[in-house]
């Protein structure tokens, strides 16, 4: 739970719920979209394939492919 100090809301005895998707089924997804071509994808490729075949929205899917760089899952 987040505290309303962290979301600027001063009022006292007032919590919320962040969520943050997991982001691991998405890495997922576009590791094997982009592994099923032979020269590879296109960020533009990997970003329409994530937005229309998942949940994920445009943030999430270019946090991904960074995410997936920097493990050197792909290049």
């Known amino acids: 739970m987040t505290s309303p100090d962290e979301l600027g809301d001063r009022s006292p005895g007032k919590y919320y719920l962040v969520l943050e998707p997991d982001a691991a089924p998405l890495r997922r997804n576009l590791h094997e979209f982009a592994s099923d071509a032979p020269d590879g994808r296109t960020i533009p490729e990997l970003t329409r394939y994530a937005l229309s ?23």
């Open 53 to 75: 075949e998942t949940v994920h929205q445009p943030g999430q899917v270019i946090d991904a492919i960074r995410q997936l760089r920097n493990v050197s899952s792909m290049s």
